[in-house]
């Protein structure tokens, strides 16, 4: 079974500008979470979705949006872009989980860097 | 909020040795789920091992095994026979085990960097 997938791998944007990330997850999962990874901060919860709903959020300007599509993959877009946003960016998927926690898996990441 | 911490910024193993990393949390939860992830320098994110707080047995896959000790919230790595695939940096994560997973996706610890010497 393919992991999960995300695209560009690589983006290298100006400040001001805007940007879209996309993440496939692994087939059958369809809760998508997406995680800012920093040197300094280190790894931080962005945003969870599940049946094309925001499920969970975290402490991130509305700057950060993100949606899920009806095939479960999701797309998160950051606006404005600021200097302090250059980082790689985790998405992971699960199966369904209205009810306990299920395990998340790990895509490779697109690492955004900001000029 | 829960926190977690892992308080060795690096370790290093001779190769074939044992090594154990450290992970204690902060909650007010009773039910939640901890988990050790492994980011090699390829970057990709890999589960290594998943507890369940309810759970008294210890989770345990080859070479890899936990001491969790849920009256100290400590939850530590083992890792057996060390292999120069183990390097990487180590994440240990908590999520709650309320419905949908509570408010905060996985809460990571700062992870460890773990080296292992030929």
């Known amino acids: 079974k393919a992991g999960v997938t995300q695209t560009p791998r690589y983006l290298i944007k100006t400040r001001g500008q805007q940007v879209t990330l996309s993440c496939s997850p692994i087939s059958g999962h369809r809760s998508v979470s997406w995680y800012q990874q920093t040197p300094g901060q280190g790894l931080q919860f962005l945003f969870e979705?599940?049946?094309?709903?925001?499920?969970n959020k975290g402490n991130f300007p509305g700057r950060f949006s993100g949606r899920q599509f009806s095939n479960s993959r999701s797309e998160m877009n950051v606006s404005t872009l600021e200097l302090g946003d250059s980082a790689l960016y985790l998405c992971a998927s699960s199966l369904p989980g209205l009810a306990g926690v299920d395990t998340q898996y790990f895509g490779p990441g697109t690492r955004l860097t900001v000029l | 909020a829960q926190t977690v911490t892992q308080s060795q910024p690096e370790m290093s193993v001779q190769e074939a040795e044992t090594v154990t990393l450290s992970c204690t949390y902060d909650?007010?939860?009773?039910?939640?789920?901890l988990f050790w992830y492994k980011q090699p320098p390829s970057r990709q994110m890999i589960l290594v091992i998943r507890?369940?707080?309810?759970?008294?047995q210890n989770a345990t896959e080859i070479r890899f095994s936990v001491n969790f000790q849920k009256a100290a919230k400590s939850f530590s790595l083992k890792i057996s026979d060390s292999q120069l695939g183990d390097a990487a940096m180590y994440f240990c994560a908590y999520r709650s085990a309320r419905s949908g997973g509570g408010a905060d996706g996985l809460t990571f610890g700062k992870g460890t960097h773990l080296i292992i010497q030929p």
């Open positions: 909650t007010s939860e009773s039910d939640y789920y």
């Open positions: 979705y599940f049946s094309e709903t925001q499920r």
């Open positions: 507890q369940e707080a309810y759970k008294q």
